[in-house]
């Protein structure tokens, strides 16, 4: 749909209107045969037909294309009354700023900030309602820290809700610290587990170490009486060569 004609100051030429909905072009197309239309007008005819509505000639949603350059200028250099006008404001400005002014327009009709509140009020008096709105929040003024809606200022309870608040914390120390004791579990028995690992294998190297010893012990043995043996083979031969 296109901008209301009636919103216009002076007169505004037959080619810039939409031929569809017969208002002020809005984010303009071009068919072939030049007729002019809104983007929103001219999807919606094509939706159900193939031609244009001025001339019946065939045209193609591919076929069509942006305003001749010319006819954006002189477009976008139409004035026009604010949306607005009808809450008081007075503002006229081209057709080319008139979206970023409405953005901005005092007289906006606007959504309460505050969550649950319905009310639609202009921009220049959201200030003065979010002051006495219901749906405010503020923080308590006996201290306990909770912020609140006046609407509940007359079921606010500070030592109720310390009391409660007190629990979670309380709920959340104590999952925190189950939380902490099964974590430290875990580690010592993966601690435990790698220790009698470490024992079985020092076991196993002292068993060894052991057994080598005890063949050294039959080493040493078996050399002292062979020493026993070549020496009593040397007092021997000398107790003959002394006889000879």
């Not at 405010?136 to 003024?141: A, M, N, Q, T």
């Amino acid at each position: 749909m296109g901008y209301d004609i009636e919103r216009f100051v002076g007169y505004v030429n037959e080619g810039l209107l939409c031929s569809i909905c017969r208002d002020v072009l809005e984010d303009p197309l071009q068919a072939p045969c030049e007729h002019a239309f809104c983007t929103a007008c001219i999807h919606g005819w094509l939706v159900h037909h193939s031609n244009c509505p001025e001339d019946r000639q065939v045209i193609d949603v591919s076929l069509l294309r942006p305003l001749y350059r010319y006819m954006k200028n002189d477009l976008n250099r139409l004035q026009l009354h604010c949306r607005n006008r009808e809450y008081g404001c007075e503002m006229v400005c081209s057709l080319e700023s008139i979206d970023r002014h409405e953005r901005e327009c005092e007289y906006s009709q606007i959504p309460c900030s505050n969550a649950g509140c319905t009310v639609q009020i202009e921009r220049r008096n959201l200030d003065g309602h979010l002051a006495v709105c219901e749906y405010r929040s503020r923080e308590c003024p006996n201290g306990c820290g909770y912020t609140i809606l006046s609407a509940e200022d007359s079921q606010h309870n500070c030592v109720a809700e310390l009391r409660t608040e007190l629990e979670l914390l309380r709920s959340e120390m104590i999952c925190r610290v189950e939380e902490a004791k099964h974590e430290m579990e875990s580690r010592l028995d993966s601690q435990r587990r790698h220790m009698v690992q470490k024992e079985s294998i020092l076991q196993n190297e002292i068993e060894e170490l052991k057994s080598q010893m005890s063949r050294m012990m039959s080493d040493v043995r078996s050399l002292m009486a062979a020493e026993r043996q070549h020496r009593q083979e040397l007092e021997q031969a000398e107790l003959e060569k002394r006889e000879l």
